[in-house]
């Protein structure tokens, strides 16, 4: 059984920092290109960024470029989500996700974060 279970998430004030953990089971974690997703209230969901499985590569959205770096541990099975200079319009409950896709039939609970002061 697939599992993604992602914490890290909270409340920040503006030009702050959280990370991110995206805890995989129960496929070969390994062998998986990996994403975050974002979404907030009443707008869709927005890709932040992926890595390639062996983590060599990532892209990101213009809107996180900079500021939001991913990384994995392939030994931990766990990827990350390091966030810096924190604004409110990243305010958003993040999502990982199996795959770089939204539709992925692997995708985590979510977790809340939100940036105000």
């Known amino acids: 059984q697939v599992r993604l279970v992602e914490s890290g998430g909270g409340l920040v004030k503006p030009g702050g920092s959280l990370e991110l953990s995206c805890a995989a089971s129960g496929f070969t974690f390994d062998s998986a290109s990996m994403s975050w997703f974002r979404q907030s209230p009443g707008k869709k969901h927005e890709m932040v960024g992926y890595?390639?499985?062996?983590?060599?590569?990532?892209a990101y959205s213009d809107s996180v470029q900079g500021r939001f770096t991913i990384s994995r541990d392939n030994a931990r099975n766990t990827l990350f989500l390091q966030m810096n200079s924190l604004t409110p319009e990243d305010t958003a409950v993040y999502y990982c996700?199996?795959?770089?896709?939204?539709?992925?039939?692997?995708r985590g609970q979510g977790t809340q974060v939100t940036v105000s002061s």
């Open positions: 890595i390639t499985s062996t983590g060599m590569e990532t």
């Open positions: 996700i199996a795959g770089i896709a939204w539709e992925s039939p692997y």
